[in-house]
């Protein structure tokens, strides 16, 4: 009987483990989807103003006589672009250099760091944009400036580990938000 059992249990379990193939599934990512492109103007009394995008909010960290900062939050990507506004006090160089030794803390990870000049002469607005690739902390870096007045240092920040391939799609559109941010910036 036990025998007759046992052999009863076994053809059940082949009838029931018999069924489709199992086919292992990649490992994915999630879809995103990013808001569409439209803009609105910030402005910041005595520093600057610029064209943000409206799925982004604007927030002033603090201020000091010498600085201030602000965090431009954009939720849904998980991502905050930190400003910081400085007088040039006769420390143009020092400021340029200071945003070049953060972008160089950079080059043990990156994959590349390219850098593009930006010089409007209508608006006064000269600076550096890096796009820094790879698996790094800060994928875009920039600092503008007019050369008599004004200082401003930017840097891009997410909130989850590092993985340049699956942020790819919102480093890229975040990176197209700040160029076009930084063509419409205005000094006060």
Not at 101 to 125: G, N, Y
């Amino acid at each position: 009987m036990k025998r007759y059992t046992s052999w009863l249990l076994l053809a059940c379990l082949l009838i029931v483990g018999c069924s489709e193939d199992p086919t292992p599934k990649p490992r994915g990512y999630f879809r995103i989807d990013l808001p569409e492109q439209a803009y609105t103007v910030w402005s910041d009394s005595s520093t600057f103003r610029a064209e943000v995008p409206v799925y982004a909010k604007v927030a002033k960290r603090g201020a000091k006589a010498e600085a201030r900062w602000f965090d431009i939050r954009f939720k849904g990507q998980r991502a905050t672009m930190h400003l910081t506004w400085s007088p040039v006090e006769n420390d143009l160089q020092e400021l340029i250099e200071d945003a070049h030794t953060f972008k160089s803390t950079h080059q043990a990870k990156a994959a590349k760091i390219k850098s593009e000049r930006l010089l409007s002469d209508s608006t006064r607005v000269f600076g550096t944009l890096f796009e820094i690739e790879g698996d790094v902390a800060s994928p875009f870096v920039f600092y503008v400036t007019d050369s008599t007045a004004n200082f401003l240092y930017g840097s891009l920040y997410f909130d989850a580990r590092p993985n340049a391939d699956s942020l790819a799609p919102v480093t890229a559109r975040l990176r197209e938000d700040m160029r076009h941010m930084l063509a419409t910036l205005h000094w006060q």
